[in-house]
């Protein structure tokens, strides 16, 4: 995992790379279905309230989640890019209780090797205060990191079931 934390005051970037042992076609299902984000998409202790995606350029997304403490963090925003199963790039608002909206654009790569999936996330944030760009950075870490964990572990369940 690597990140930029500011590139410019209000902005910032983020990148993550994982390999999961599993088929790039299967990594993509779970990632982009909704029947199947709900079960693995948010940080440890988030439960995916909505998560609604037309997926194809130009088409909808919108995803709720619900932090332990109840509050609601919402996100909405556009599918820009959808090259099935190699790249999917989104971009919209992220809305925090009590914090001002700001922009994120998300590029996500799938690549094959050997039955191995590397999924490769990149963001960048804007229109926001100096200070909440780094802020944004530390729970993109630690979001994305515990989201990839639930992934790996929903995937293999998969995986177990088709054994």
Same mark, same amino acid.
């Given at each position: ?8 005051? #209000?902005?910032?970037? @983020? $990148?993550? %790379? ?5 088929? =790039?076609?299967?990594?993509?299902? /779970? ?10 998409? #948010?940080?440890?202790? @988030? $439960?995916t %309230?909505v998560?609604?995606?037309?997926? =194809?350029?130009?088409?909808?997304? /919108? ?46 790569t ?54």
């Open positions: 995992m690597t990140t930029n934390p500011e590139n410019a005051a #209000g902005s910032a970037e @983020f $990148t993550m %790379t994982h390999v999961f042992n599993a088929p =790039r076609d299967l990594v993509w299902k /779970v990632w982009t279905d909704p029947a199947h984000a709900k079960h693995w998409w #948010g940080p440890n202790g @988030f $439960t %309230t998560y609604e995606s037309d997926l =194809r350029p130009g088409g909808a997304l /919108v995803r709720h989640m619900r932090a332990p403490d109840g509050t609601i963090v919402r996100s909405a925003g556009i599918n820009e890019e959808v090259i099935a199963p190699e790249r999917l790039v989104t971009s919209g608002q992220l809305e925090r209780p009590g914090e001002p909206a700001f922009e994120i654009r998300t590029s996500v799938f690549e094959e090797h050997d039955g191995k999936t590397t999924v490769t996330v990149h963001q960048a944030y804007s229109k926001m205060t100096a200070a909440a760009a780094a802020t944004a950075v530390e729970g993109a870490r630690t979001g994305w990191s515990q989201s990839v964990n639930r992934f790996e572990a929903y995937i293999s369940s998969l995986l177990e079931q088709q054994a």
